[in-house]
T-cell receptor, first 112, second 113 residues
Framework: GDSVTQMEGPVTLSEEAFLTINCTYTATGYPSLFWYVQYPGEGLQLLLKATKADDKGSNKGFEATYRKETTSFHLEKGSVQVSDSAVYFCALNSGGYQKVTFGTGTKLQVIP | DAGITQSPRYKITETGRQVTLMCHQTWSHSYMFWYRQDLGHGLRLIYYSAAADITDKGEVPDGYVVSRSKTENFPLTLESATRSQTSVYFC????????????FGPGTRLTVT
């Protein structure tokens, strides 16, 4: 079945540091890939997405590229801020509205 | 307010009690979901629904019941709450177009004593 593997957290960075959160997946066919973010006390919200190989999703300074050859969708940001502190979830949809698989989440803490 | 809302936001109940968590969305999305979020498990799908009167089991349905008589509402009922059902519950919806990205409610934190 489908699966998503994220790097273990928590990840602690200083403000303005470079961020990478690794995500790899196993899926049948050609899934759509997502990053969701969850701020403390809130629900998940879509951060970015990519629907086919080599697509780059981007939003709020975050980027991720759909790499089919390595089955990866790593999240990056060039300069993190304290306000980026949150839990980040990688997810995929392999077809059909119910077939969304989430990773276990990676907590990011950014310190001033 | 537009969007997806959940109520209550916090609930404490006793073992054996019935409790219902409410979910309401204003987008007229066809598809709705219930997840639970627990440390170490991420998000696990409890039930989902493709439309009014169409529901199906997800990964962890035991001990839960859902109904969907109207498109905008998708209540989740714990028929006889157990301590293992202490969790944060999220409702989500999707328009079901192309990529099926989901929109989440703010969550209900349920504690079963």
């Amino acid at each position: 079945g489908d699966s998503v593997t994220q790097m273990e957290g928590p990840v602690t960075l200083s403000e303005e540091a470079f961020l990478t959160i690794n995500c790899t997946y196993t899926a049948t066919g050609y899934p759509s890939l997502f990053w969701y973010v969850q701020y403390p006390g809130e629900g998940l919200q879509l951060l970015l997405k990519a629907t086919k190989a080599d697509d780059k999703g981007s939003n709020k300074g975050f980027e991720a590229t759909y790499r089919k050859e390595t089955t990866s969708f790593h999240l990056e940001k060039g300069s993190v801020q304290v306000s980026d502190s949150a839990v980040y979830f990688c997810a995929l949809n392999s077809g059909g509205y119910q077939k969304v698989t989430f990773g276990t989440g990676t907590k990011l803490q950014v310190i001033p | 307010d537009a969007g997806i809302t959940q109520s209550p936001r916090y609930k404490i109940t006793e073992t054996g009690r019935q409790v219902t968590l409410m979910c309401h969305q204003t987008w007229s999305h066809s598809y709705m979901f219930w997840y639970r979020q627990d440390l170490g498990h991420g998000l696990r799908l409890i039930y989902y629904s493709a439309a009014a009167d169409i529901t199906d089991k997800g990964e962890v349905p035991d001990g839960y019941v859902v109904s969907r008589s109207k498109t905008e509402n998708f209540p989740l009922t714990l028929e006889s709450a157990t301590r293992s059902q202490t969790s944060v519950y999220f409702c989500a919806s999707t328009p079901g177009q192309v990529t099926y990205e989901q929109y989440f409610g703010p969550g209900t934190r349920l504690t079963v004593t």
